[in-house]
């Protein structure tokens, strides 16, 4: 398989055959080089060398009533993590300030729940508005199932885009989630659109979908035309029903990568939540087809320090965007 047609077809904006996605996902391992090099072209094109950090907050974890299987926090979950309410607006506040020194281009405030209710709307619009007056860094916000009218309230109080995965393709959703459905996400996505967000959307990997199934999210995010595309693996954490799962290794996260970007050619693709477990020595090879990474860990698990973060952005030659100087 030339790759490099591959990338001259991203490039110009056309899509892949199911084939041609199929023989990305199949590259050989011999031929990883090639592979990582043409959705470099694509990276290179669209990007250039630019990396955008982003650090997360968990604002409320755990006690949440859906069955997501991968998900530490859910009702069936017996993981071992902490539990507690909304945090104080101060703490937010604090977490911008400690993201904008990790020089992160996005501070993402996470809740765990179904779907905000209209007082932790306001109370998180509340945050941002403060947090955009003293830090100068974007503000991306994870709140669940939310309508076009709770969406435009975060949007007008400075929140640049909504975070909703797809998750999985839509065949496999029951599979890792019954208490709410692909569409309900499709519906929160469309809405947070219609309210002026922009969108955050993407996938994990590695819950025991097939390459069909990768194929399909990968096209699904494709059409949704999200600003971001965040690219998980899965964190098989104890006491969730996904625990034994394992079936990555570092070249199947490369070549997912690929394929995201040679199907997703100008978004921004982060290599999110499981790069330090599934990539291990091979992170900066992540970087080639992904321009973007959460910095010192994610919800419930740790993750790389910034600092190294840092230091691998500097060795591979790439460059930091964050947001300007001046407020
Ligand atoms: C996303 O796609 N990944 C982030 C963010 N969006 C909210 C969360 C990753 C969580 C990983 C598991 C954990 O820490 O509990």
């Not at 069936?76 to 977490?95: C, F, H, M, N, R």
């Not at 819950?207 to 098989?236: C, K, W």
Request: some cysteine.
């Amino acid at each position: 398989m030339n790759f490099y047609a591959l990338a001259d077809k991203a490039i110009a904006e056309q899509v892949l055959s199911h084939e041609e996605c199929l023989s990305v996902l199949h590259c050989p391992d011999q031929h990883i080089l090639a592979l990582l090099d043409a959705a470099y072209q694509v990276r290179y094109h669209f990007c250039g060398r630019k990396v955008h950090l982003h650090m997360l907050i968990n604002a409320k974890s755990g006690l949440c009533p859906e069955d997501c299987h991968y998900c530490s926090q859910s009702k069936i979950s017996t993981a071992d993590i902490e539990k507690y309410p909304l945090v104080s607006q101060q703490k937010l506040l604090e977490g911008a300030k400690r993201a904008k020194a990790t020089r992160s281009l996005r501070y993402c405030i996470a809740i765990s729940t179904r779907g905000a209710t209209d007082r932790e709307i306001d109370y998180i619009a509340s945050a941002v508005r403060r947090i955009k007056q003293e830090v100068d860094i974007r503000i991306c916000c994870t709140v669940g199932i939310i309508s076009q009218e709770k969406a435009r309230r975060l949007y007008e109080a400075g929140v640049e885009q909504l975070n909703h995965n797809l998750n999985t393709s839509e065949r496999y959703y029951p599979e890792i989630c019954t208490t709410h459905t692909y569409q309900d996400r499709v519906n929160t996505l469309l809405a947070a659109r219609r309210a002026g967000l922009k969108l955050c959307t993407g996938a994990i990997f590695g819950q025991g979908e097939t390459e069909s199934d990768i194929i399909d999210v990968a096209l699904a995010l494709r059409e949704l035309h999200p600003q971001s595309i965040p690219v998980n693996f899965l964190l098989a954490i104890p006491g969730t029903p996904l625990e034994h799962t394992n079936a990555l290794t570092p070249y199947a996260c490369l070549r997912i990568l690929c394929l995201m970007r040679l199907l997703n050619p100008s978004q921004e693709i982060r290599v999110s939540a499981g790069r330090e477990v599934h990539l291990r020595s091979l992170q900066p090879l992540a970087l080639y087809p992904a321009n973007s990474v959460f910095v010192s860990g994610y919800l419930t698990t740790p993750g790389q320090d910034y600092r190294e973060t840092w230091q691998m952005v500097e060795d591979l030659g790439f460059e930091l965007e964050e947001c300007a100087e001046a407020l």
